[in-house]
């Protein structure tokens, strides 16, 4: 986990020992830092107090916020939201840095998203790699996928990656549209993430390619709109969530 101490706007990154001996425990400040964000984010005061682009680093991560409010988290109990003025709030964070190369599914996948070995890994064996104080507050969101036919598929993920139409606003190389684009992709610059050198990468989306159970859509490491074989191991996925 990265630990930073900001004076008068200069920030200094400190080692966990140094955040020691200043008499703080670097988990407890990890705890405190997402407990404020996430009170913020309930508060629907979240655009006051950041930006569309914003970066919050959370433990290892540095995550860029992707879209407000665009995601609905499906552990709110129904009847509570009756008694609310207004839907409850949700901030959505995608990973500056991707994370290491995986294929989507080892062969053709009929249904899609809902079915691949990234889905699974992503919210069955990774998720159990962040820190325990970020999972607690992650949110289960329902995400629509077609498959490469055009069934229609729901999904409740922790864990996920944009389908083609939230990256680019449209179908291109998918037949469907699932879910409207995020407000940070309005260009190619905007879709690009990095390899751990600091150089954009290709990395998947959640749609299949129209027609193609073995093909999935992603993108380029210029931003651009690309498809390949499900089973490529050497495209990358992105890191999503959504807090609340």
């Given at each position: ?68 409010d665009h995601d609905e988290d499906c552990n709110v109990d129904s009847l509570d939201v009756m008694f609310r003025d207004e839907s409850p709030h949700t901030i959505t964070l995608m990973a500056k840095t991707l994370l290491p190369a995986r294929c ?141």
């Amino acid at each position: 986990m990265k630990n930073f101490i900001s004076i008068n706007g200069n920030t200094t990154e400190l080692t966990d020992e140094q955040v020691r001996e200043l008499g703080f425990s670097p988990d407890t400040l990890l705890k405190q830092a997402i407990d404020e964000l996430s009170a913020i984010v309930k508060s629907g005061n979240a655009r006051e107090h950041y930006n569309l682009y914003d970066t919050v680093h959370i433990g290892d991560y540095e995550l860029q916020i992707i879209g407000f409010d665009h995601d609905e988290d499906c552990n709110v109990d129904s009847l509570d939201v009756m008694f609310r003025d207004e839907s409850p709030h949700t901030i959505t964070l995608m990973a500056k840095t991707l994370l290491p190369a995986r294929c989507m599914h080892n062969g053709a996948c009929e249904n899609g998203w809902i079915d691949t070995d990234l889905r699974k890994y992503l919210n069955t064996e990774f998720i159990n790699t962040l820190p325990q104080e970020l999972v607690s507050h992650i949110c289960t969101i329902e995400k629509e996928t077609h498959n490469y036919d055009g069934k229609l598929f729901k999904t409740k993920d922790r864990l996920f990656i944009p389908s083609e139409s939230e990256l680019f606003g449209s179908a291109i190389w998918s037949d469907y549209e699932d879910g409207p684009r995020y407000e940070a992709f309005a260009t190619c610059a905007d879709r690009i993430r990095l390899d751990e050198d600091g150089d954009g990468d290709w990395y998947w989306s959640r749609s299949a390619r129209g027609g193609y159970s073995t093909y999935f859509a992603y993108v380029s490491y210029v931003g651009g709109a690309v498809y390949g074989y499900a089973s490529d191991t050497s495209i990358r996925a992105p890191l999503c969530f959504c807090l609340a």
